[in-house]
């Protein structure tokens, strides 16, 4: 299955290598660099790269790109998940992932990478039971390590992993009960310049904090749950109950996880939260254009738009650019062409607004295509899929737990042509 693990920083280092199978020499990446050096950005690197004798699969992450290295056909989601597995125990262990923790950890990453996966098939990975089986590393526990010379793997085998339910460990005991849970929503969508939708779609995850003494059953029903209908569970979900019912079933690990992530891409399902009007003109004789955008709420059911940060690429031939915002604060970067506007919150009273010209290059043609519009933002308390909590309900246990539940919609690449 998987023979090694390379992980390469943004500048082309490799600072970690893992192998599970026999050792395969480091020059395999230089495809990886190759195709690294075609690509412009990071992310276009293309996740599976063709070799003689390897297939390298990657993912990146926190500035780090994680690759696998395969010697045979394999289904490439199968590695992929994997690989984001890894990605997220390192977060679970060290707070943080990137470059100089994992250094500083090496022991411990190595100690967790080689319970992963055994003989190149993976093997442990729930953090529940990695935990057991290896600690994290705490202050206390690596001064003790280091004077004694032990190391952080476990005396026990962990209680969950012979059991039916292996991401649950046995006798948890919490003093205050509680389980919170996150809903979620990304929105992708592009605008077209009349303000039509061109395409919409909803990311969606619920991810779930749950602290709960002994062997809890949790049962999470929804107002409109067939809403859901491309849906990826945690294992903990009993799909039966969720196919008869629509009743999210489960006993659930320890901690946080994420209960299950959803996908929305029926248009008329996708509400979109926020409007641009612009005026963007580029004349043939004149060296100044005109530039002029406001934004404002739409269907956002009375919840505020807050975090709202606007971007675009102008064209070449714009030397600088003289705007006033009527709230927030904008940046034109001459070289890069990159103007960005940090608005902040909207209010639906005094709409905010960039207006101002830009100056052009004497004598250039008018560019080809005005420039599209990008913008990030959050609202508080609203899932924009309509997707709402019924009622949470737990049982095989006598207390009273805490319960919550929070919604969060924002941005995912959402953009508006002029």
């Not at 590695?79 to 022991?107: A, M, W």
């Not at 008869?244 to 946080?256: C, H, M, T, V, Y």
Request: overall charge neutral; proline content about 6%; hydrophobic content about 40%.
């Amino acid at each position: 299955m998987i023979h090694s693990l390379f992980l390469i920083n943004s500048s082309g280092d490799i600072f970690l290598e893992k192998h599970w199978k026999s050792v395969v020499s480091r020059s395999v990446c230089d495809y990886f660099f190759e195709a690294q050096e075609r690509a412009t950005e990071a992310e276009n690197v293309p996740p599976v790269i063709p070799t003689p004798h390897h297939y390298l699969l990657s993912v990146y992450r926190h500035k780090i790109f994680f690759v696998a290295v395969i010697q045979t056909e394999v289904p490439p989601l199968f590695v992929f998940e994997f690989l984001h597995r890894v990605v997220d125990t390192f977060q679970d262990y060290f707070g943080v992932c990137s470059e100089p923790v994992i250094k500083d950890n090496v022991v411990v990453v190595y100690e967790v990478l080689e319970e992963m996966l055994d003989n190149g098939f993976p093997l442990a990975t729930e953090s529940n039971i990695l935990k057991e089986l290896i600690k994290p590393p705490t202050i206390l526990r690596t001064v003790v390590n280091t004077i004694t010379g032990s190391t952080n793997v476990g005396d026990q085998l962990p209680t969950g992993q012979l059991s039916v339910v292996p991401w649950r460990r046995t006798g948890v005991k919490y003093t205050n009960n509680e389980a919170y849970f996150d809903v979620v929503e990304e929105i992708d969508a592009i605008i077209d310049k009349s303000g039509s939708t061109v395409t919409a779609e909803i990311q969606g995850v619920i991810d779930a904090c749950v602290k709960l003494t002994g062997m809890p059953d949790l049962t999470l029903s929804f107002m409109n749950p067939r809403l859901l209908d491309d849906v990826s569970f945690h294992p903990c979900v009993r799909f039966k109950r969720w196919e008869s019912e629509r009743i999210l079933s489960f006993i659930p690990p320890d901690g946080n996880f994420r209960l299950l992530s959803y996908h929305v891409s029926a248009q008329n399902l996708v509400a979109i939260p926020v409007y641009v009007k612009h005026g963007i003109s580029f004349r043939d004789s004149s060296s100044l254009g005109r530039f002029e955008i406001t934004v404002g709420p739409k269907q956002t059911m009375g919840k505020t738009i807050e975090g709202v940060i606007v971007t675009s690429q102008m064209p070449k031939g714009v030397l600088n650019m003289s705007l006033t915002p009527s709230q927030g604060t904008h940046t034109f970067d001459p070289v890069t062409k990159m103007l960005s506007w940090d608005v902040g919150k909207i209010n639906p009273q005094k709409l905010p607004s960039l207006k101002g010209t830009m100056s052009l290059q004497v004598g250039a043609s008018k560019p080809d295509e005005n420039p599209t519009i990008n913008l990030q933002f959050k609202i508080q308390q609203l899932a924009i899929s309509g997707l709402k909590v019924n009622r949470l309900d737990m049982y095989g246990e006598k207390y009273k737990p805490f319960k919550g539940i929070k919604y969060m919609t924002k941005a995912g690449k959402f953009q508006v042509r002029t």
